[in-house]
């Protein structure tokens, strides 16, 4: 298993916000995080990255996140958190090089790979073009391309993304997609939370996340999976096959069931 974690509960200072998870991710998948606003979906995906602390354990290629050197681990978990702050004068360059720190030797110059790691990220991120422009010249779009990069450069075993499509434009998303796919036909885990459903229900598999607790983990396009999400959104989404796709529409409230 590329992650699995089993935990009584996980708190945000004194408030208890996740109970009772048990979850496996296995190597070579793409697993998509969705549930109401407020559910959990980041909290339980700071608990994946050992951000967060839980009443319980989390295992990160079938060894406890503790017992992991951290500079071992970060080359092997690659983030991308929401809103994330932080680099604002640092050139998009030097962002994706941040992702692969964890490759190289303290105060070690960047080797050939770690540039051509970097140079491939920004190119499947579309960023290339801004390597030379600080962090908080960017727009939204632009900043989380880069910062995209920044986690493709790791080329970890397993990349954790919150929202990572917010603020991207439907061709960039698409080259979100395809960067996606290239890292799970590598045989790394993708685990992603998302705001959008279609893209969730292109994921190999689904978690659902509803006040603090998983409420349904399955294939994308089980039945099964189709019913927890439209229950998780208390029947606001549909589920609609649309040209060998499954799409969630909204419902207006008073076709609700
Ligand atoms: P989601 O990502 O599903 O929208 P979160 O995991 O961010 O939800 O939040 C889950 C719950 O924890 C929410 O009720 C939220 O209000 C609460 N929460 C999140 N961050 C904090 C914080 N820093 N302090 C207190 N409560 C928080
Ligand atoms: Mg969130």
């Known amino acids: 298993m590329a ?30 995080i969705v549930g109401p606003n407020g559910a959990g979906k980041s909290t339980l995906l700071r608990v994946l990255a050992g ?17 992991w050197p951290a500079h071992e681990r970060a080359r092997h978990l690659a983030w991308l958190g929401q809103q994330e702050g932080g680099a604002e004068d640092l050139r998009a360059w030097d962002v994706a090089m941040l992702g692969r ?3 190289r030797a303290w105060l070690a110059p960047p080797s050939a790979a770690d540039r051509a790691a970097v140079t491939q990220a ?16 960017l727009s939204g779009g632009e900043r989380q391309r880069v910062l995209l ?23 960039h998303q698409a080259d979100w997609l395809a960067a996606v796919r290239a890292l799970v036909a590598a045989g790394a885990a993708v685990v992603s939370v998302l705001h959008e459903l279609n893209m969730a229900l292109q994921a190999d598999e689904v978690l659902i996340v509803r006040d603090g607790r998983l409420a349904h983990h399955g294939a994308s396009g089980d039945a099964a999976t189709h019913r927890a999400l439209q229950a998780a959104f208390d029947g606001r989404v549909r589920v ?3 040209q060998g796709q499954w799409i969630a529409l909204p419902q207006e409230a008073s076709h609700a069931d």
């Open 101 to 103: 720190l964890p490759h």
């Open 3 to 32: 992650v699995s974690a089993r935990l009584a509960s996980a708190s945000i200072g004194r408030r208890r916000v996740l109970h009772g998870i048990e979850l496996q991710l296995p190597a070579g998948r793409w697993c998509a």
């Open 240 to 242: 609609h096959p649309v």
């Open 122 to 137: 920004l190119h499947a991120t579309q960023a290339w073009a801004l390597r030379e422009r600080r962090l908080g010249e």
């Open 51 to 67: 951000l967060l602390p839980c009443d319980g354990e989390v295992r990160l290629l079938g060894r406890p996140l503790a017992g």
């Open 149 to 171: 990069a920044r986690l493709l450069a790791t080329q970890a075993q397993v990349a954790l993304m919150d929202e990572p499509l917010a603020h991207l434009d439907p061709p």
